[in-house]
């Protein structure tokens, strides 16, 4: 594959099972980068633009989504991401934004993937062609046991669970067990944390993690 020119921007990918608090960072991280001066586009997967938003609503709501199979679950999470890259992050990332995302290709990798028992290589390969040179520059894994996780989703104030809450425990313990597996094979640029510590612990864990990345 020829080289491809990375961005002046920097992406930041949050990932982890339901109920991780990937918001509430996202949120934080958003309003301390704000606060520095820096232009901050904070955005999320499945969806972040109308016809991501369009694919979402098929994915998480629609009535007929758990008839849904695996392979067009994860083709819809990859057309969603490529619209997304190439109407949204690409350009952000030109301009020499930081995008914040609540999900992303690791998404994939975890749920359709591994949790899902779709091809490895399959998934990756469609991943990459859906991003093109969209790379995260660094993936902040909000890790929280299962049972954990699944009592704060349920506290919601939302009457439903959504589709992919609606899975069994464990279908979260094969994506908890899938993220800690992309962590240990990339430690480099991939950060596992613990999210049942305090909100604020993590919030500054996280800005000792990505500072060096993302100083002037």
Known sequence: MPHQPKF???LIAFEGGEGGGKSTQIQRLAARLKTLGREVLASREPGGTPIGEQIRSILVHNAAGDEMCPEAEFLLFAA???QHVREKIAPALARGVTVLCDRYMDSSAVYQGFARNLPADTV???NRFAVANALPDFTLIMDVPVAVGLARVASRATPLPD???????AFFQKVR???LRLARER????LVLDATLPADTLERQ???ALAPLLAP
């Open 8 to 10: 002046p921007g920097k």
């Open 80 to 82: 969603s991401r490529a």
């Open 124 to 126: 990756n390969s469609i």
């Open 163 to 169: 589709r992919m809450e609606r899975q069994t425990a």
């Open 177 to 179: 067990d899938g993220y």
């Open 187 to 190: 430690p480099r640029n991939t």
């Open 206 to 208: 996280i800005w000792d």
